[in-house]
Structures are given as C-alpha cells and as structure tokens.
C-alpha cells in the first residue's frame, strides 16, 4: 500500500478524550476513528491488523477441533425468554420490536442460539462432541465506556461453544481451551494470566477470565505469589482472621455525637475497627419470569472490611444491586450513619460469615448519635443469609497457602465457562445415549474481543514515540520510506519486496523526512527501509527494527532476502514463548 493512495492520516495529537496510551497511539496512528461513545470505526490499518488477529484465532480454535459458523446478531427474544436472561439481564441489552411488533435482541452473547441449534442438529451421542465458533458483531450498551477499544458498546468476538455428552467431555473441551487461549495471547503480544472468575449472568459452574496485567484495568486481582493462586476480586477467597472467643457482654446503648463513620466511630471509642460492625445498605432486584421486585438489603461486614457486591449478589441471587436511597433505609427505621441489625425486620439481612464468630461488636443503634457496643449475633439479631460477603484486599491471606496476597489491575482479553446444562435443559437440546435414554446436552462457552486485544496489544507494545507492532499482527511487516533522491529505486523496491510475498507500506509522499520519520515511528511496523541518495551513496538501504535502535546499509541485492530472514527471525522468536501452561481451576 502506498501512504499516498491510503484512505486516512495520522494526527499530531491525540484525541482530547484519550486517557490511555493504546486509545491515543491507535488514532494517532490512523487505526481507528470515533464514531459515538463507545463505538469506532476501524480504518485501513486497524482492519488489517484485526484481521491478523482474527485468523490466529481461527489457527488455535481449528486446531483444537473448532468448525466456523456464523450466527446472526438479531435474535428473536422468544429465545432469551425460554432460558430467562431476557428478564434477568438489565439495561446493557438492547431489546427492540420488530415491524410486526415481535420483541427481539440485539446480540451479546450467543450460548441461546448454539442451543437452539443443538436441539435442531444433535440427535445422538455420536454426533457429539462438537465445538463450533463464529466471529461476529456483538451489543453490549455499556453505560460507562471508556479507554478506546478497551470498553466499547459494539465488538466483535471469536465466541466458541462446545457441545459434549458428559462433563469429561466438557472438561476436555474446556482444557483445550484453556491452553489454546495462552497462544492466541502469546502469539497477539500480550501476556497475559488465567484467573478464577465469576460466572455472572452466563452461569455455569466455573470460569477463568484471561487478564492482562495494566494499571489502565478496571478489574482488581488477588494474586499470591508463593503458591500461585489467583482470581478477580469479584470471587477471591482469603483466610479470615482467627477470633479470639470472648464472654458476651452487655449489650448498651453509648452516645456517639456526630460519629457516622466506621474511622471516626473507632476513633471516639478508642477501639479498632475489626471490633466494629459496617452496615452497608442496597436495593436488590429479583426476577421471577416477566416479575421483578426490589427489596433493601442491610448487609453487615466487619468495619475493616468492605462488601463485595458480586458475592453479596449471588449470595441472594440477584439480578441487579444498586447503592440504596436515603428515603428507601429511612422507610424501614434505621438510620444512615447509625444503622443497626440489632431490632431490624425490614430489610433482608446478610451478614459476613465471620460477624458471626466476633463477639461483642459495635453497631450502629437505629438512632442518630448513638451505637451499641457489646453486640453479638445469635443473642441479638438473627440473619437471613450468612455467607461470605466481604472483599479481599491487598495483604489478605491467601485461601490456600495462608501468605499474603497482592492486588493487581488488568483487563479481561478473555473467558470461557463451563455452563453444563442451564441452556440446554431451558431449550430441551437432547440426545439420545449408548442404552438409548435421554440426555441433556452439556455446553461450554469461550470468548475473545478482537479490538479489546488489539487495544491491549497496544498498551502493551510501544514506546515514547509510538507503537512498536509485533509482526504476528502488524498491519503490515515493511515500512519503506523513499526520501531525496530515492523515488525511482523506492519503486522498484516496493515491487520486488511485495514479489517476495511481503506486505509493504511505501512511504512515497512528498513530505519532509522528518515527518515520514515521525510517522514511521508512530505506526511502529516491525522493519523500516530507507532508500534515498544518501543511503545508496553509503551502499544500498537503511535497514532498521522497530524495537532496536541499530541502524545498518544492506547493499540493494541483498535486501528482499535480508527482510525475509528478518521476518522470519522475528516469528520464531514469538513461536518461541507460546508453550504449554499447566491448567489451574
């Protein structure tokens, strides 16, 4: 491709909304373009690099027996209805009527229709395994996209989903995914970790998200370091602290003047916050069919803990949870600042696996200024759920080996689940066994974004002056720069290198050679020429490496076979670190 004749340029400066590294470089560079919030057109070099992206994923997925299919992005909801997402799934799917007034989805995953086409096509158990894939258009309407191609509303995903007539299957599939998944990665640029992850709205029985690690992350990891566990916050488990076994004491009530915060409530009582007792207040929502109901939720943690509110969430099996309204915690008696357990039959109560082995807490009273001290579970107030609710954090004990974990910000590039069942049973996908009885189907799912990786991929590969591709998915693997002097022999070098079955761009605009510099840069494609009167006066060609700051002349007849080995060299050392990881629940 010539830069003269390429549709899009590179920007001097990045977009005013572009926070992140990979956001600013891909639209400097010229890969892509804003169209709305959360929604970018790819130009030409962000096709082709998606694209590279896209076929080693279809490498992987084919080699681990995946078949390519492609589903529609338009659902009836008919569908969603018959497996329940449709009432359990909020505001980030877009439902819309059709002409004749039939309600329908804007895809955003699509584990319904693979049943639904399980139950057409599988009849018996020698027509499983199967595992197919597509790559495709999804909607998701994120309300708070951000960071480029990192939180986007539309995306495309490799989403693959296995079909199996036993869990060893299922486990099989899901392995092969597992490892496949550490090539795709690898092979793109991006290291990236296996973490255990909640299964959330795609349920199942286990997840891994495939994270890499970078402060722009918006999820938070526990990870520990001597035995090697690791899991998103969401779901991290830790060794709560020993308690020591106390008398109960007498239950009071103290005055505690304008003490509203579980700081300051410690402050004032000269006590530490593990001996405080933290009210937190939401309003959950509950599904049952086309029914909703919301009910206030008073859940209780330790005061040198907080809640997590995916726990909480499947604690209570709900669909959604939002922070609670003044009004709403008014309406059941208590009181922001000063909330109690203690006497409280309005709300549903959730309290902390471990509030119930601390004796003789703090808690609030119901009334303002004031808290009781000496409070104890069981004696006092009884919940309705006791479960583990609270957030791991940085320096809690690791759940298996006792050492205290870190935290670490990432990006999910991946996930896959190991649904069983859920879809299957609600669509009636059956087959027949050895002896002839009937048996569910049983499903796995597995996806990848192809921007998100691109955007990753960027964060991860650049430098002060501009992306650094690796050759794997460089839009393209040359960048020949003709300068004074070399448009002639820059012709006939660009036609002998694209001979060689190289993919070139040809710098051969009339621009000053700073700015072809810069640009060069900026788009950082794996292997810069540079041909002008100067260079063939030293020689021949400056042959140069995105990532090393060497420059050397290579005479003229040796350079298409000096390009070639370069590539080739740069592909082997990728191929290289793609090895085998050991599998991890």
Not at 100 to 121: I, N, P, Q, S, W
Not at 325 to 332: F, R, V, Y
Not at 493 to 518: H, M, T, W
């Amino acid at each position: 491709m010539k830069m003269s004749h390429m549709f899009g340029n590179t920007l001097r400066d990045a977009p005013a909304d572009a926070e992140v590294a990979s956001h600013q470089l891909l639209a400097r560079a010229g890969l892509i373009r804003q169209l709305g919030a959360g929604i970018y057109t790819l130009m030409p070099m962000g096709w082709r690099a998606i694209g590279k992206i896209e076929d080693i994923m279809r490498e992987e997925i084919n080699a681990i027996g995946g078949q390519e299919i492609y589903m529609p992005v338009v659902h009836p909801a008919d569908l969603w209805k018959e497996t329940g997402r449709w009432y359990k799934i909020g505001g980030e799917m877009s439902r819309f009527h059709d002409r004749k007034g039939h309600d329908m989805v804007l895809a955003m995953t699509h584990e319904e229709v693979v049943a639904d086409l399980a139950r057409r096509e599988i009849q018996s158990y020698k027509q499983l395994p199967r595992l197919v894939y597509h790559i495709q258009t999804k909607w998701r309407d994120d309300a708070r996209p951000r960071a480029g191609l990192i939180r986007v509303r539309e995306f495309t995903m490799k989403d693959s989903y296995s079909l199996d007539a036993d869990e060893a299957g299922l486990d099989k599939q899901y392995r092969a995914h597992y490892q496949a998944y550490f090539n795709i990665f690898t092979r793109c640029g991006v290291p990236a970790v296996a973490v255990a992850s909640d299964v959330g709205m795609m349920g199942g029985s286990m997840a891994h998200e495939y994270m890499y690690l970078t402060p722009v992350g918006e999820d938070t990891l526990l990870l520990c370091d001597k035995c090697g566990y690791r899991a998103n916050r969401q779901i991290a488990l830790f060794q709560k602290p020993q308690v020591q076994a106390e008398d109960a004491g007498e239950l009071q009530k103290v005055e505690t003047p304008n003490v509203a915060t579980i700081e300051d409530l410690a402050a004032f009582l000269k006590v530490p916050k593990a001996r405080t007792a933290k009210a937190v207040f939401l309003m959950a929502t509950f599904s049952e069919g086309e029914r909703e109901e919301q009910k206030l939720v008073f859940s209780v943690v330790r005061g040198d803990m907080d809640v997590n509110e995916t726990k909480l969430a499947n604690a209570l099996k709900a669909k959604e949870l939002r922070p609670a309204h003044p009004e709403e915690i008014a309406a059941i008696g208590a009181v922001a600042g000063y909330a109690s357990p203690v006497g409280q039959n309005g709300a549903l109560v959730v309290v902390d696996d471990l509030i119930t082995l601390s004796p003789n807490l703090v808690a609030g009273a119901n009334q303002e200024g004031y808290h009781y001290t000496n409070v104890n579970y069981g004696r006092d107030y009884q919940a309705d759920i006791v479960a583990d609710i609270a957030s791991a954090e940085e320096g809690s004990a690791c759940p298996k080996c006792g050492s205290a974990m870190r935290t670490s910000r990432g990006v999910e590039v991946g996930n896959i689940f190991k649904l069983g069942t859920d879809y299957t049973d609600a669509l009636g996908a059956t087959f027949l066994d050895e002896s002839g009885k009937e048996q569910t189907v049983i499903m796995g799912s597995y996806g990848i974004g192809s921007g998100r990786l691109l955007a990753c991929a960027a964060e991860e590969n650049h430098d002060d002056k501009g992306l650094i591709w690796p050759i794997s998915i460089a839009p393209y693997q040359v960048h020949l720069l003709a300068l004074r002097g070399g448009a002639e022999q820059g012709e006939a070098l660009y036609a002998d290198l694209q001979a060689a079955g190289l993919e070139v761009l040809f710098d051969d605009r009339d621009e000053s050679p700073g700015i072809k510099f810069n640009d060069a840069d900026l788009i950082g494609l794996p292997i810069r020429l540079t041909v002008s009167e100067r260079s063939m006066k030293e020689g021949g060609v400056e042959f140069k490496l995105r990532h090393e700051d060497e420059k050397r002349i290579v005479a003229l007849e040796d350079v298409v076979a000096q390009v070639l080995a370069a590539k080739e060299a740069l592909l082997a050392e990728i191929a290289k670190k793609v090895v085998t990881v050991p599998f991890e629940e």
